[in-house]
């Protein structure tokens, strides 16, 4: 069988008819195929459960997993206020689990899905979503172990309240993480990579707690980035600049590589609200993004992708963006799927939505967790 897939979005009062809406709009792409998997990107201002009602009602229970983000994306671009449905069908299975305790602990949430890898002994993958706010993504990628490929996002939302949520099925929430293990005659390409650059600027983190980056050359970091751009340090507390500060976030020296790190928000005693750890003692780069850089970004992580994939022939995109590409954008919304598509053709049906992260894994090492970056994941029939 064919892998196949179609694509819906729509906006809406309310959720449920979001929902209801893009999911008759994929539904009508499939003809007579029946659907295998289901994810939704749904705007964080509508209600979860609304959401997962309406897309339900017409798709009843096939396996569906999905998160909550500022705007969706499409092969039409950038879709806000709206709920983005993309259905696939083809001879594979799905299977998704909801694991509501990601955010009290990473560790135990990766042991679960260890434990659910090893019961079955077929080659297998897994797609998930999990909350970009509370839990701890690095934690959570040590505890994969099994080789297994992990690919997915951290979902996002309002980043003032932390507002966000993840879908699995009829079940909804926050501070949990949606999976769903796939095998069959599916395969995935994956590539990633993010437009930003250091500019000469090096800090020395001096003093950091949990999620918490209080202080930059042994000042509050909101003290440090206010002498850099000029805008007092106690404005960096609040709106816009406490959000804008993640299109500015701190590269680490890790081996050839800058490990990129973002802060989600500045709070109101000035320190950097992560959502990674960060060590006390090393030194870090300002890194700055521009829209050159981020085209460049998208091509090239889309190469990445159709190269892993192989001879398998592609029929569908999963696009995450870190939210710092809609923030660094706003002028060309949605130039990101141009990029894309430069790539992959404009026939391919797009889906995605804007992240606080992504997470992924390269043969038998452990998963990565990124911040700042694009990840393009695209889905073929096996060979």
């Keep these: 069988m064919t892998l196949i897939s179609s694509v819906g979005s729509a906006q809406a009062l309310d959720g449920r008819e979001a929902g209801l809406q893009a999911a008759h709009q994929a539904l009508n792409g499939m003809g007579a195929s029946t659907p295998g998997l289901v994810v939704v990107i749904a705007s964080h201002q509508y209600q979860a459960r609304e959401v997962s009602n309406g897309v339900s009602s017409l798709l009843g229970d096939v396996p569906m997993i999905g998160f909550s983000s500022p705007a969706g994306l499409t092969q039409e671009g950038l879709r806000p206020h709206s709920v983005v449905v993309a259905i696939l069908a083809g001879d594979f299975h799905a299977e998704t689990l909801w694991l509501p305790g990601y955010a009290q602990s990473g560790r135990e949430t990766a042991s679960k899905i260890e434990q659910k890898v090893a019961a079955r002994a ?42 966000t949520y993840q879908m699995a099925g ?4 926050a501070g949990g993480l949606v999976a769903a293990f ?38 509050p970091s909101s003290e440090t980035y206010a002498g850099l751009f000029g805008y007092p340090a106690r404005d960096w507390a609040f709106p816009p600049l406490n959000y804008l500060a993640r299109l500015y976030p701190l590269g680490i020296e890790q081996g050839e590589e800058l490990l990129v790190r973002a802060p989600i928000r500045v709070e109101a005693d ?26 460049r970004a998208a ?18 995109a999963l696009v995450l963006v870190d939210v710092a590409w809609q923030m660094l954008l ?54």
Aim: glycine share 16%.
């Design 122 to 163: 077929e080659s297998q993958s897994l797609l998930f979503f999990a909350d970009g706010f509370n839990g701890d993504a690095e934690q959570f990628c040590g505890g994969i172990t099994s080789g297994v490929k992990v690919m997915g996002g951290l979902s996002s939302g309002d980043l003032h309240t932390g507002n």
């Design 170 to 173: 009829s079940q909804t929430g």
């Design 182 to 219: 796939l095998r069959g005659n599916l395969k995935t390409g994956v590539g990633v990579d993010h437009g930003w650059d250091p500019v000469g600027r090096q800090f020395r983190i001096t003093r950091s707690r949990g999620f918490w980056l209080r202080t930059l050359d042994g000042r």
């Design 270 to 295: 000035g320190s950097f609200r992560m959502n990674a750890n960060i060590r006390e003692g090393i030194d870090a780069y300002l890194l700055v993004g521009s829209r050159a850089a981020c085209e």
């Design 299 to 316: 091509r090239q992580a889309t190469q990445q992708a159709l190269l892993q994939l192989g001879d398998a022939k592609p029929a569908f």
């Design 330 to 383: 706003k002028a060309q919304p949605g130039i990101e799927i141009n990029a894309v598509q430069e790539i992959l053709g404009s026939k391919i049906p797009i889906a995605g939505g804007y992240t606080l992260g992504q997470i992924t894994s390269a043969g038998a090492e452990p998963p990565k967790f990124l911040n700042q970056h694009i990840m393009v994941i695209v889905f073929g029939e096996a060979s």
